[in-house]
């Protein structure tokens, strides 16, 4: 097919659990002469086989398919697939760039949805389609906002047809959007929406703009995040650092710490949650030796006829058996299953 740089519209894709036939039943349905680019974020194992699936994907479509290069120029009738543990991004600089980040992790993932529809917004506003498909959790939800609030489309793959359903609806939950359709119709809307002529540019919020920066860089300084919202009252659960407020108006709060971490509301509980358990299990371990190690100088000094001091040790290590057993009561509550 011919190609010519500078696509009308660019669709941004973003899908996880149960997303990858969804993709690829998507990447069937491009057309040469919708006159489009495509960035697709996948979550995938670091060691997933990329060149496997850029095969398969190229195997359905006419669009030239490939992992996506630092620095190569957006061009119409692509499409780029993210790399493994690599941050996917676009930038308007000498008329569409792609850009490849190694930040921090967004919603726990590297490649994260939300960067990569975020940049686009602020890329390309009004000519930005952005389509989430199956997955868990909420990644992409406030990448579907920024892009909203840009002038761009918003799809999501039916729930009742997503595998997992979480990612399209936490969108519908928090904002309106212009197509809610199975992946088997959403070639004739791109069809559609490519059809008519270039739309107008639509003004982009200074907070997607400046967040997107952000997303460009390693880590921030603290500054350029005051910048953007007010201080939380919660701490960062990966580094520990304070977390700001990057979208609080609407439905889908969203938070950033200095080093990049990001998170929605619904990935920030669930990381607390993971290293709340992590540290409760170091504290049970560290409590069990200190019992072990009491109970071998008790035993130790027995032998050496030292009664009192060892009638000591053998009280401290009851003392420490039941607060074990206290905190062990204490993790397995937190446990999903035993609330369940």
């Not at 406030?142 to 918003?154: K, N, Q």
């Not at 809307?189 to 919020?205: A, S």
């Not at 200190?290 to 003392?319: C, D, I, N, V």
């Not at 039941?322 to 204490?330: A, D, M, S």
Request: overall charge negative.
């Amino acid at each position: 097919m011919s190609e010519s740089p500078g696509p009308k519209f660019l669709v941004v894709v973003g899908a996880s659990a149960g997303g990858l036939n969804s993709v690829i039943e998507l990447a069937a349905q491009l057309k040469p002469e919708m006159n489009i680019a495509v960035f697709v974020v996948l979550h995938l194992s670091k060691l997933s086989l990329s060149d496997v699936l850029i095969t398969r994907l190229q195997s359905v479509t006419s669009y030239t398919c490939k992992l996506a290069t630092d620095g190569e120029a957006v061009r119409a009738g692509h499409l780029y697939l993210a790399n493994p543990d690599v941050h996917l991004l676009v930038s308007s600089d000498d008329g569409g760039v792609v850009r490849l980040g190694h930040g921090a992790t967004e919603n726990r993932w590297r490649p994260s949805i939300d960067i990569l529809f975020r940049s686009a917004a602020a890329a390309y506003n009004s000519r930005v389609v952005g389509i989430i498909l199956s997955g868990m959790m909420q990644d992409g939800t406030a990448g579907m906002e920024a892009i909203r609030s840009s002038g761009g489309t918003v799809v999501v793959q039916d729930p009742d047809e997503a595998e997992y359903p979480d990612m399209p609806l936490s969108v519908l939950q928090n904002m309106d959007v212009d197509y809610k359709l199975s992946v088997g119709k959403m070639g004739a809307m791109l069809q559609e929406k490519t059809r008519n002529g270039w739309p107008p540019p639509h003004p982009v919020p200074p907070t997607v703009s400046a967040e997107a920066r952000l997303s460009e860089r390693v880590a921030t300084a603290i500054e350029d995040l005051q910048e953007l919202g007010e201080k939380s009252e919660f701490s960062c659960p990966d580094c520990g650092g304070g977390l700001y407020y990057t979208q609080r108006a609407g439905k889908s709060p969203h938070f950033r710490c200095h080093v990049g971490h990001s998170y929605t509301e619904g990935d920030l509980l669930f990381t607390m949650s993971k290293s709340l358990e992590g540290t409760l299990w170091v504290a049970l371990r560290m409590m069990e030796e200190r019992r072990l190690l009491l109970k071998k100088m008790a035993e130790e000094e027995t032998g050496k006829g030292w009664f009192h001091s060892a009638a000591q040790k053998r009280e401290r290590e009851l003392e420490m058996h039941t607060h074990i057993e206290r905190l062990k009561q204490i993790l397995f509550a937190t446990q999903p299953a035993a609330r369940n």
